[in-house]
């Protein structure tokens, strides 16, 4: 990734890339999200032979089978999908942060958004609705569409009209399951004389 920005700088915006070994909290004390991990990475453990051993099982139900799957999944056992519980650690001297996931696009202009008053409040996703529950300030539509990664019936029309369009789900745009519709959204941006764009087999 520092690599990447090194040869395609984004001046006058300024990027810093950071690892998790640059925060040295993470050794200090208990992490519960860490502690969870654990918990996890031991439950995901008695599903020997991985995913092929799973759906080979004519054991159990296909409810039971794709549990397992689901729980195999590296989004559910990776710290950096987790991480956003800890930004106030991670940037104790930031009032306010916009986390941007990796597979959205953003099609306007996101100044706005440090003039909403959040009432000491932050966006999260489903689960952290449940957990933060009473410390989440709703915001508009515009600035978030979910779902183009799984969702067919998104149009590209309303798309179109989003400030942020995320691919969450499994069809992203460079893949060859994204939806045909949809992809433009992300391959116009996408510098496809770029060499290591071109070694990539981007389809466009």
């Not at 996890?40 to 296909?62: L, N, T, Y």
């Not at 029309?157 to 939806?179: C, M, Q, S, T, Y």
């Amino acid at each position: 990734m520092q690599a990447w920005f090194a040869l395609h700088p984004l001046a006058p915006a300024v990027v810093e890339v950071r690892g998790l070994h640059h925060f040295d909290w993470f050794a200090r004390g208990r992490v519960p999200v860490l502690e969870a991990m654990e918990r996890d990475r031991e439950a995901r453990s008695q599903f020997r032979g991985g995913s092929a051993a799973i759906v080979a099982s004519e054991s159990e139900r296909p409810v039971v089978v794709a549990a397992k799957l689901q729980a195999l999944s590296p989004k559910y056992h990776s710290l950096m999908n987790h991480i956003r519980i800890y930004l106030p650690e991670l940037f104790p001297s930031l009032k306010k942060v916009v986390f941007l996931d990796d597979d959205i696009v953003v099609q306007a202009d996101l100044s706005p958004l440090w003039d909403i008053d959040l009432h000491g409040k932050l966006g999260t996703l489903p689960p952290g609705l449940i957990a933060f529950h009473g410390h989440v300030h709703t915001i508009d539509p515009y600035w978030h569409m979910l779902g183009l990664g799984y969702q067919e019936n998104k149009t590209r029309e309303d798309a179109e009209k989003a400030a942020v369009i995320h691919f969450n789900g499994r069809a992203k745009p460079w893949l060859d399951i994204a939806f045909p519709h949809l992809r433009p959204l992300w391959t116009k941006y996408i510098d496809f004389s770029d060499k290591y764009i071109k070694a990539c087999n981007i389809r466009r």
